[in-house]
């Protein structure tokens, strides 16, 4: 970006101010808050659209935004919806840090976890971390984003069931027969191991008897009393 950009850019800056503080203060009003007396920078970052910076010991709390998003991106001016958005989001960030967030919408931590999530709904922000164009002009949908699957029972017992089959699968994984070994089968009498094939949920034996060979489950041969031949 040339200069001659950069200030056409910056004269711009009294015409963003107004618009992010009249939003805020809409804000401000329907949540009893503070963030339009937060002071806003602008910047000409290439990569990054905006930021809050919450109080440290380094700064100021402020918001950051990016002049040369907000105008233009790839020469295509940002749509109004999508610039609201993007203000919409950084006030989320705000709100995380002054906004009493419920208990339940505590369970995912994180910059864009739950509770800032929860603040998205709020403010109707898209409850996305990073930015896609036309996200702003999309219905959002925050059931979703604000589903917290642990509180679910039907959820936790399902994870269970599926913890269990994973450990039942990794078990059965484990190979007890070794390649030679000789074996007693009910029905086809006695067989060596000519090969072990381990497959997702077990291990397949191939065994050699008289007349015939057989691929053979080793959890069925281990189940049954017909076991390695000691
Ligand atoms: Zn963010």
Same mark, same amino acid.
């Given at each position: 970006?040339?200069?001659?950009?950069?200030?056409?850019?910056?004269?711009?800056?009294?015409?963003? +101010?107004?618009?992010?503080?009249?939003?805020?203060?809409?804000?401000?009003?329907?949540?009893?808050?503070?963030?339009?007396?937060?002071?806003?920078?602008?910047?000409?970052?290439?990569?990054?659209?905006? $930021?809050? $910076?919450?109080? $440290?010991?380094?700064? +100021? =709390?402020?918001?950051?935004?990016?002049?040369?998003?907000?105008?233009?991106?790839?020469?295509?001016?940002?749509? !109004?919806?999508?610039?609201?958005?993007?203000?919409?989001?950084?006030?989320? !960030?705000?709100?995380?840090?002054?906004? =009493?967030?419920?208990?339940? !919408?505590?369970? +995912?931590?994180?910059?864009?976890? $739950?509770?800032?999530?929860?603040?998205?709904?709020?403010?109707?922000?898209?409850?996305?971390?990073?930015? %896609?164009?036309?996200?702003?002009?999309?219905?959002?949908?925050?059931?979703?984003?604000?589903?917290?699957?642990?509180?679910?029972?039907?959820?936790?017992?399902?994870?269970?069931?599926?913890? =269990?089959?994973?450990?039942?699968?990794?078990?059965? %994984?484990?190979?007890?027969y070794?390649?030679g070994e000789e074996i007693e089968h009910p029905k086809y009498g006695k067989g060596i191991i000519e090969?072990?094939?381990?497959?997702?949920?077990?291990?397949?034996l191939n065994i050699r008897f008289k007349d015939e060979s057989k691929l053979i489950d080793q959890?069925w041969l281990a189940r049954t009393r017909y076991k390695k031949r000691t």
């Amino acid at each position: 970006m040339d200069i001659r950009e950069r200030q056409f850019l910056e004269k711009e800056i009294p015409h963003f +101010q107004r618009e992010i503080k009249n939003l805020y203060r809409k804000f401000d009003r329907e949540f009893g808050l503070h963030g339009a007396e937060v002071p806003i920078k602008f910047s000409f970052e290439e990569n990054v659209l905006g $930021s809050y $910076s919450p109080k $440290s010991e380094m700064t +100021q =709390e402020h918001f950051t935004f990016s002049l040369y998003f907000i105008s233009f991106m790839n020469k295509d001016p940002m749509h !109004h919806l999508d610039k609201i958005d993007l203000y919409a989001h950084e006030y989320a !960030h705000y709100m995380q840090y002054h906004y =009493e967030i419920p208990q339940k !919408h505590l369970w +995912q931590p994180g910059k864009h976890g $739950s509770a800032w999530k929860y603040c998205c709904s709020l403010v109707g922000a898209a409850p996305t971390e990073f930015y %896609r164009i036309g996200e702003g002009l999309k219905k959002h949908d925050y059931e979703k984003a604000l589903y917290n699957p642990h509180a679910d029972k039907n959820y936790v017992l399902k994870d269970r069931r599926s913890q =269990e089959q994973m450990y039942e699968d990794k078990r059965r %994984r484990v190979i007890q027969y070794a390649v030679g070994e000789e074996i007693e089968h009910p029905k086809y009498g006695k067989g060596i191991i000519e090969e072990i094939k381990p497959y997702d949920r077990g291990v397949h034996l191939n065994i050699r008897f008289k007349d015939e060979s057989k691929l053979i489950d080793q959890a069925w041969l281990a189940r049954t009393r017909y076991k390695k031949r000691t």
